[in-house]
């Protein structure tokens, strides 16, 4: 293969890259959500052939020296790839694209390959939800956490998210004396009373996930109950790396902090690093080296580089 375009079919947005054999960037390109468990095969499929398309016409249609990989939630089953491929090839005919070179994976393996190229390692995705996956040096796939919202995400924002809307719940009951961390929040949602609350969760459909940075802001100020409610979710986070960690035999292992809450700089992204360096010693921070869609650039590359 001459060119190859990797693609991370996102829940919110897909991005893509295209490269030639030596792994230079010729361009990327950008479509909208492709994640098919939560927008459906065909526009999902839609997505991704849009990407395929730019990528096909900014290499004057040719299709025979271009290979494709695609990652993207769900693909770890057999027959979600199935229905998927099955989705994309009706597409594909519609728009005269040959998808001779293509594979179709989790957004776990391009995301591993990217941060860690053929290297073991590990990363915390900490946003909405919360989950850990990585690879060991023999090449055994990890993942813990990522359960949803309703039986697990420990640590992740809709978890602080719902802690912080309890607090405010049993403040305006008279369970907890409020307190500045409860002014706060009320004057921050523009809550006032027990209906609002209630309207606000259920009538108008507040992403509780959102309460988690005025927690984050609110710690950041010094307010007690906001500092204990990310000391305990972070401790949930400790967990989940430690129990990954057993998975491997070296003694310096890499772990890679993604996702909105834990990515860029604040308390609680600071509260975690402290123990993670307290708990952990084997553990080297690091950036990922590469973007999940330059991963699976090197997917194809793997897969198709001698064909």
């Not at 390959?113 to 023999?138: C, D, M, P, Q, W």
């Not at 000391?231 to 035999?249: A, H, K, P």
Request: with cysteine.
């Amino acid at each position: 293969m001459n060119y190859y375009l990797g693609i991370d079919g996102g829940g919110s947005k897909s991005k893509a890259v295209l490269c030639d054999k030596n792994l230079e960037m010729l361009s990327s390109f950008q479509a909208g959500p492709s994640n098919f468990l939560k927008v459906g095969l065909r526009d999902a499929a839609k997505e991704i052939m849009s990407l395929i398309s730019a990528a096909t016409n900014d290499l004057k249609g040719s299709q025979q020296n271009l290979a494709v990989v695609i990652g993207t939630a769900g693909a770890g089953r057999k027959e979600n790839v199935e229905d998927f491929t099955e989705a994309l090839n009706k597409e594909a005919k519609k728009k005269r694209i040959n998808l001779k070179n293509i594979f179709i994976t989790g957004d776990i393996n391009i995301t591993l390959h990217g941060a860690f190229e053929e290297n073991e390692g590990l990363i915390l995705i900490v946003g909405t939800g919360s989950i850990i996956y990585g690879r060991t040096k023999s090449g055994n796939e990890i993942r813990k956490g990522g359960f949803g919202r309703l039986i697990g995400d420990e640590g992740s924002g809709y978890s602080i998210g719902k802690r912080t809307i309890n607090f405010l719940s049993r403040s305006f009951d008279g369970r907890i004396i409020p307190t500045p961390f409860f002014d706060f929040l009320t004057n921050r949602l523009k809550i006032t009373d027990s209906p609002t609350l209630i309207n606000s969760i259920y009538k108008n459909n507040y992403e509780i996930s959102q309460a988690a940075a005025l927690t984050i802001e609110a710690a950041e100020l010094g307010m007690r109950e906001a500092e204990q409610i990310l000391s305990e979710e972070s401790d949930e986070l400790i967990v989940l790396i430690g129990s990954s960690l057993n998975e491997f035999s070296s003694k310096s292992i890499k772990l890679c902090l993604s996702g909105g809450l834990i990515e860029n700089e604040n308390i609680y992204r600071r509260m975690l690093i402290e123990k993670i360096n307290k708990y952990f010693p084997q553990v080297k921070l690091t950036e990922p080296k590469h973007s999940p869609e330059f991963g699976a650039v090197l997917m194809a590359k793997e897969l198709f580089g001698d064909k």
